[in-house]
């Protein structure tokens, strides 16, 4: 349950060249929230334990298909260390978060052919706060404190330095009236995400928020487990046996921001078309994260006693901890191409070159392959979309002389779409590294767009070869980049034809007939499971449906039959304008 409190307020002055603009808010925010993420417990049977394991010499399925020893795991109940977790104990908190903000503000005509913007804005959003002081973190002198004990007071020490200049301006050189240059700067902060902090269920079976820590106790088994009827597999849950996952906010902790800056030059080609090139950039700096500060040393025994914080704090597993150390960046060159009404014919046509790369891009329930090595995970961002163009065209048909009512007011359009394909990455899904995080990437072996396997029509498509992957030696790190391949790419034509029809001098009546995907294109979904979970999704190296994709674009983003990707589809409408 969220109730919020806003209140702001803006204020304008006007005096001769300038437009001075001051304001402020303040934001409240109480939430009542009861999170149970892991209350029922979560197994993950991943093929590596039974009889059959694919790499026991004993696996006799023959079939080539390793996707069957996760389910012969599954039936005979075998779970490999680190794959089993539980969560026993009262979720329910209530957070309180205050924030702030003020601003000031110039739009300034400094001269008859140039303005010029300029402020400052200031942020503060406070740390999460409960009035019952049942909230927690792990401090490595501390260990678990929890707010209020210690004159520990808030989870992460207040920020009140979110400054964020803004500069923006707009020339037309003398003796170019048809050339108009445009450029900016801004910072902008980031306020943290409750949920990120509350619900953020990672695979190395750490607790998931601050209001997860003991004695909300979260248990995983710390050596292969096999269930058994009548046998508790976690002991009791009122008081399960220790190790047992942690969570942390860095006493270092900042709030992120991101630098901002864009330049763009418009230049009109004739009295009814303009062309735009520009560039946009961005710099983000102090980006949120989740790392293990007590992952297991990769090379050592995966075992508790292996992890850095076990001789002061023998009782805690993994730690997950929020710190604001990732980075991202993104460059774009855009191309704009804009026509007004030239020979009854409008069109907008854009074009964009973009490459966005970061530490981390989806951040919640996930923890990078190697918590010690952010910048091992450097790579291509999630939504990293490389190339887009998107154009409008519309064409309005003369009237005729005779036959007006009949033969008048039609118009024909068409919008065209096409995006390149986002990035992915092919997981091991299987705690290869020994590390218990759950986390590692697949090793690449060959090319995975060669001798790419038949596809099966009206079932599944191959999209890349699933043995350019395998498994990494026990113990070590793949040779696979985070988001190292990129997924297809979608193109969309769709195609109208607009009737209008003229009632009374006020109302006007419009019949539309829509072709969406009037060529049919098939637009497949990324190959994954989706974004997040590198275990159990179809991305796993285990996984029989590695380098297939079974889903259209449509019916991944859960609109089967409509938008991007859908099969062509065929609409009429009819509008009444007044």
């Not at 009262?90 to 601003?103: D, E, H, K, P």
């Not at 050189?173 to 108009?180: M, R, T």
């Not at 864009?262 to 700096?285: A, M």
């Not at 796993?540 to 589809?569: K, M």
Request: hydrophobic share 35%; with cysteine; aromatic share 14%.
């Amino acid at each position: 349950i969220d109730t919020p409190a806003h209140i702001h307020e803006t204020l304008t002055y006007t005096t001769g060249t300038h437009q001075f603009r001051f304001g402020g808010e303040y934001r409240r925010s109480q939430l009542d929230v009861f999170y149970e993420s892991n209350a029922r417990g979560v197994f993950v049977f991943d093929g590596s334990q039974g009889p059959l394991a694919a790499t026991n010499p004993s696996d006799t399925w023959g079939t080539g298909n390793p996707s069957l020893d996760s389910l012969a795991d599954f039936l005979a109940g075998y779970v490999a260390t680190n794959n089993a977790h539980i969560t026993s104990g009262n979720l329910q908190r209530l957070y309180q978060v205050n924030g702030l903000n003020a601003f000031f503000q110039d739009t300034w005509k400094a001269t008859p052919n140039l303005t010029i913007n300029y402020g400052l804005n200031w942020t503060f959003q406070s740390p999460i706060n409960s009035p019952k002081n049942d909230i927690s973190t792990f401090i490595p002198d501390e260990g678990i404190v929890y707010q209020g004990q210690y004159g520990f007071q808030t989870l992460w020490p207040e920020d009140y330095h979110d400054f964020g200049p803004r500069f923006g301006f707009a020339w037309q050189p003398k003796g170019a009236s048809k050339l108009v240059i445009r450029g900016g700067y801004g910072t902008f902060s980031q306020v943290p995400n409750v949920n990120y902090l509350g619900d953020n269920s990672t695979p190395n079976g750490a607790a998931t928020g601050i209001n997860d820590n003991p004695p909300v106790y979260n248990v995983s088994n710390q050596s292969p487990l096999h269930i058994q009827y009548g046998v508790p597999v976690f002991g009791s849950l009122a008081a399960p046996p220790p190790p047992y996952g942690a969570f942390s906010v860095s006493q270092q902790f900042e709030s992120a921001y991101t630098q901002n800056t864009n330049l763009n030059v418009q230049y009109q080609l004739n009295p009814s078309t303009v062309l735009e090139v520009g560039y946009t950039g961005s710099l983000s700096r102090h980006l949120p994260v989740t790392l293990d500060i007590n992952q297991i040393p990769i090379g050592s025994p995966e075992v508790n006693s292996s992890r850095p914080y076990a001789t002061a704090f023998p009782n805690l597993a993994a730690i997950d901890q929020i710190e604001s150390v990732a980075n991202g960046y993104y460059n774009g060159a855009i191309v704009s191409l804009r026509t007004a009404n030239w020979h009854r014919f409008s069109m907008k046509l854009n074009y964009t070159y973009g490459h966005s790369f970061d530490d981390a891009s989806f951040t919640r329930n996930l923890v990078p392959q190697n918590s010690y090595c952010l910048r091992c995970d450097y790579g291509n961002s999630d939504y990293d979309v490389r190339n887009s163009f998107v154009t409008f065209v519309t064409y309005s048909l003369p009237d005729p002389a005779h036959w007006k009512p009949l033969l008048g007011g039609w118009q024909l359009n068409s919008l065209l779409t096409f995006y390149s394909g986002q990035p992915f990455t092919v997981f091991s899904g299987q705690d290869t590294s020994g590390t218990g995080e759950n986390s590692d990437r697949a090793e690449v072996v060959g090319n995975p767009f060669q001798n790419v396997p038949a596809s099966v029509p009206g079932s599944y498509a191959y999209y890349f070869n699933p043995n350019a992957f395998a498994l990494p030696a026990a113990g070590t790190y793949s040779n696979q980049s985070r988001n190292e391949f990129y997924g297809p790419g979608t193109k969309q034509i769709d195609f109208s034809v607009f009737k209008n029809f003229s009632i009374t001098e006020r109302l006007r009546a419009q019949f539309r007939a829509e072709i969406f995907n009037i060529c049919n294109f098939r637009d497949l979904a990324p190959p994954y499971g989706g974004l997040g979970a590198p275990v159990g999704a179809s991305n796993v190296v285990s996984s029989s449906g590695l380098g297939q994709i079974t889903q259209t674009l449509d019916v991944w983003n859960g609109a089967p039959g409509t938008g991007t990707g859908a099969p062509r589809n065929i609409q009429f409408a009819l509008k009444l304008l007044f």
